[in-house]
């Protein structure tokens, strides 16, 4: 598996906020100090839930190995991962809109009721 990005553990600040849970394990919003910008930015924090296989371990790391080699406006950006510490984290740009399913469903529903 290709490195990805680097260890985000000292510049992320989770807030507890939970907006979904996923596949792998709970989806958070966080903010990520960027220190050689000066800001902090809003950031989707993936975790890996306790318990995980070790199949589904590298199921979840691959999906961060696979976002990790798109740079794309059009291709959510992935700003790092953590591994040292648990849970397991996959950390990428904040969508406003959330994922890009859930947006396209709610679009659909309400097209369906104007008509």
């Known amino acids: 598996m290709a490195e990805v990005k680097k260890s985000l553990w000292k510049e992320l600040q989770i807030l507890f906020f939970l907006y979904i849970q996923g596949e ?17 930015v809003s950031v989707a924090i993936k975790t ?19 976002m990790g080699q798109f740079n794309d406006e059009n291709v959510i950006y992935l700003e790092g991962i953590v591994t040292k510490h648990h849970p397991i984290m996959i950390v990428t740009e904040y969508m406003d809109n959330g994922s890009l399913d859930t947006y396209l469903r709610v679009r659909k529903k309400k097209e369906s009721i104007r008509l």
């Open 48 to 66: 890996l839930k306790q318990g995980a296989t070790e199949k589904t371990r590298l199921d979840f790391l691959s999906e961060a190995s696979i």
């Open 24 to 40: 792998f394990g709970d989806v958070c919003r966080g903010k990520l100090r960027k220190p050689n910008l000066h800001k902090e």
